[in-house]
């Protein structure tokens, strides 16, 4: 049976089988919780069942899917392993929270895969190797390159695989009512039987099924409110309209005699928190603690920020000042981010040729788009519904969907001036990573839909994590053991060894998750810093310029390295700013320092040697034959 034929066929019957559970809800009163646990199962039987389907012990199959996976499907693959928790679950709420700003996601993320599209990806899928540190050993020579290599790859990876557990734990918890600290593990077995049965192959073909699932949840609430509200199903065309409305109660709101009264008394009390704050005599700890409520409450004095100019407010507005600066920069920062996720960059490994490879790009753009175009869409539609339905509510009378939600920690409704009435400044969002993953339930739309979001949010979750799994396992197993410390291991060692990994990964990955370490769009944040500042300079280098040697490749990325992590804990932890710049955009600084450092020791150092730099033009002229030759004689990857 043809490829198209078989996600047809399960396309068709995933959306029966969700048409089927809201007639359980509409007409047999089905319980919410039942349709919660309805869409996990179901969700997680997939993901076996495709494991059991396409378990392998075949290299080419393991590492990289045998290299036969079609331009379109690994577009879609791509797609999939792309829409993280952040893009699904956090995107949305970061645009309904910063207005303009938030479209830095947007942008950023976008405009990484034109620069993976142009710089990266069809010449590393020319070169022919199984992960990015094999790229590095055998374009700078030796395993120094390897190594550093491996280290940048479990230190993007992992911090971006601790936000899709995170998005795991976040779902499960509300939709099934396991404990958050359970549901991380709980919702990790359907990805790790895939992964550890089939490798690459597995992963694929389930991210894959977990595309279809996640774009079709993802578009059906907006197309259900845009026809609900403007007689027209395609919500990128409405929401232009509903942000003008949302500007306009934003104002009506501001002017509101009780919500000045509210914002005061917030002022009041961060005010009052800074003073004791200045005083002194507090331990680091406590001082820590009085400044955070402090920035809290300074935040809701000033909801929701809006101009006297009823046509347009701050929050549709372009930044400028520190805000622009910070704004290009993670833009700047999730581009090359993008371009250097080392699990991207291999699934361009997975095609039969490099016109394939360049084509999925473009099917991957276009998977993409459909989920970032409508993002901004479910920003203005969450907006508007909580100014409906939350804002002027008694407080002995808030919605259902606070009080279910409420108890996550996203949020809480305080009666700040004590008048019984919910003002918008008493609304204290803390995360608005609640935003799409709520808003069917906000909007007061029946709970399949929030189950199918629920759905959704697990494979966009899952995708990526199993898709990281793989890389940092593969690093290890494949890059570190293998090729380091014992090239004689057989076969059946180095897959054991590599599914012994990606278990015990994500039995840490889970654990360290239960501890909350910061939002889900923070951690993904700092993982594209990572990368970008250590894979990016090399990569782009080892492609475009033949005179860069080992020497300039490792001090490169073990400065940019460097220079990105000492910036992200320093301006997280300990003050630390330059520029006003945000941890979140901490490779603005360890990139170019990357660049730069690559370039003056390549050329104070010997340059590569002839073969090398042949092999360079080889990756980047694939019809002068010389990459076939070259492998053939050991300077590629031909012993793989």
């Given amino acids: 049976m043809s490829l198209d034929r078989i996600f047809g066929i399960y396309t068709i019957s995933f959306l029966a089988v969700t048409i089927l559970i809201g007639i359980g809800e509409l007409v047999f009163g089905l319980p919410n919780r039942w349709i919660g646990w309805i869409f996990m199962a179901l969700s997680l039987v997939i993901y076996i069942v495709i494991g059991v389907v396409t378990r392998t012990s075949n290299p080419d199959q393991y590492y990289v899917a045998g290299r036969g996976v079609p331009a379109f499907y690994n577009g879609m693959a791509t797609g999939s392993d792309w829409m993280s928790a952040a893009s699904f679950i956090s995107m949305g709420g970061a645009l309904s929270a910063q207005g303009f700003a938030g479209l830095a996601y947007v942008m950023g993320w976008t405009g990484g895969y034109l620069l993976l599209a142009v710089f990266l990806g069809p010449y590393l899928r020319q070169f022919g190797a199984y992960t990015i540190p094999d790229f590095l050993s055998a374009r700078y020579g030796g395993n120094a390159a390897r190594v550093i290599g491996v280290v940048a790859a479990i230190a993007c990876s992992f911090t971006y695989l601790i936000a899709q557990v ?165 833009t700047f920062c999730l581009m090359v981010g993008t371009a250097g996720l080392p699990h991207i960059l291999t699934r361009y490994y997975t095609t039969p040729s490099v016109r394939q490879a360049r084509t999925s790009v473009a099917w991957s753009l276009f998977f993409i788009f459909l989920l970032y175009f409508t993002a901004p869409a479910y920003a203005a539609f969450a907006r508007f519904a909580i100014y409906a339905r939350l804002v002027g509510t008694q407080i002995a009378e808030l919605p259902r969907w606070v009080t279910l939600w409420q108890p996550a920690g996203l949020f809480e409704v305080v009666d700040k001036n004590g008048d019984g009435i919910v003002q918008w400044a008493d609304f204290v969002v803390k995360s608005t990573d609640f935003v799409v993953l709520a808003m069917p339930e906000i909007a007061g739309l029946p709970f399949v839909i929030t189950g199918l979001v629920m759905a959704g949010g697990l494979a966009a979750a899952l995708s990526t994590a199993d898709g990281l799994l793989l890389t940092i396992a593969n690093a290890i197993s494949h890059d570190l053991y293998y090729n380091v410390i014992d090239p004689s291991a057989s076969l059946t060692k180095r897959l054991t060894i590599t599914k012994v990994l990606l278990v015990v990964t994500a039995i840490v990955a889970a654990w360290v998750a239960t501890f909350r370490l910061s939002l889900i769009v923070e951690l993904v944040a700092w993982a594209f810093s990572l990368a970008g500042a250590s894979f990016f300079p090399a990569l782009v280098m080892g492609i475009w310029w033949k005179r860069a040697n080992k020497a300039g490749a490792v001090a490169g990325m073990i400065i940019g390295l460097a220079v990105t992590t000492y910036y992200m804990i320093g301006s997280r932890f300990y003050g630390v700013s330059w520029w006003g710049t945000q941890t979140i955009a901490s490779a603005i600084f360890g990139l170019p320092a990357g660049f730069l450092v690559i370039w003056i020791v390549s050329l104070l150092t010997e340059a590569p040697p002839r073969a090398v730099q042949d092999l360079v033009v080889s990756v980047r002229y694939p019809k002068s034959g010389q990459a076939t030759a070259l492998a053939a004689q050991g300077i590629g990857l031909g012993k793989h």
Avoid: H
């Fill in 166 to 330: 995170t998005g795991v734990g976040l779902i499960v918890s509300r939709f099934i009512g396991l404990d958050f600290n359970v549901g991380v593990f709980v919702g990790l077995l359907g990805v790790l039987f895939c992964s550890v049965l089939g490798g690459m192959r597995s992963v694929t073909w389930t991210q894959v099924a977990q595309y279809i699932i996640l774009i079709i949840s993802y578009l059906v609430p907006v197309v259900y409110l845009s026809w609900q509200m403007f007689s027209l199903p395609i919500p990128e065309l409405t929401y232009g309209r509903l942000l003008q409305q949302n500007n306009v109660k934003a104002v009506e709101i501001t002017r509101d005699a009780k919500e000045k009264e509210t914002r005061a008394l917030w002022k009041k009390e961060a005010d009052e928190l800074n003073a004791k704050v200045k005083t002194g005599g507090l331990s680091e700890a406590e001082a820590d603690k009085l400044k955070a409520q402090a920035a809290l409450a300074g935040r809701q004095a000033t909801a929701p920020a809006a101009s006297d100019d009823a046509k347009i407010g701050r929050y549709l507005t372009v930044p400028t000042g520190v805000g622009m600066w910070n704004f290009l920069a993670l």
